[in-house]
């Protein structure tokens, strides 16, 4: 059973940072497509940045280009999310996913995460305007 543990959410003013952590547990194989996904209250789980660690390629969503960055550590089995220059639209929570798939499957996904089997809780991050 694989297990996903975020931390590091909270709130924080227009133009501050924050970095997100999800540390990943009891993996049988191992994840080559993690993920950060955001949901705001009313609103659609959208896919915030992937990363297939073949390669190390990432993608991110047009709206965080340029602000957010995802990494990982192999050695701490750890994905981080770096949020600099928040914006009150990144208001929403925030959940780590992991998964075994194809290239194609993960960075091309347009499904919002669906493709992905496994979730963290989720933390809450909050930028007030």
């Known amino acids: 059973q694989v297990q996903l543990s975020e931390s590091g959410g909270g709130s924080a003013q227009a133009g501050g940072s924050l970095r997100l952590s999800c540390t990943v547990s009891g993996y049988a194989y191992s994840s080559n497509c993690m993920g950060w996904f955001r949901q705001a209250p009313g609103k659609e789980r959208e896919r915030v940045a992937i990363l297939y660690t073949g390669g190390d390629v990432t993608r991110y969503a047009d709206s965080v280009k340029g602000r957010f960055t995802i990494s990982h550590d192999n050695a701490k089995n750890t994905l981080y999310l770096q949020m600099n220059s928040l914006e009150p639209e990144d208001t929403a929570m925030y959940y780590c996913?992991?998964?075994?798939?194809?290239?194609?499957?993960?960075?091309?996904?347009?499904?919002?995460?669906?493709?992905?089997?496994?979730w963290g809780q989720g933390t809450q991050v909050t930028v007030p305007s």
């Open positions: 996913a992991a998964d075994l798939l194809s290239p194609r499957d993960c960075l091309q996904d347009r499904s919002n995460g669906r493709v992905i089997k496994y």
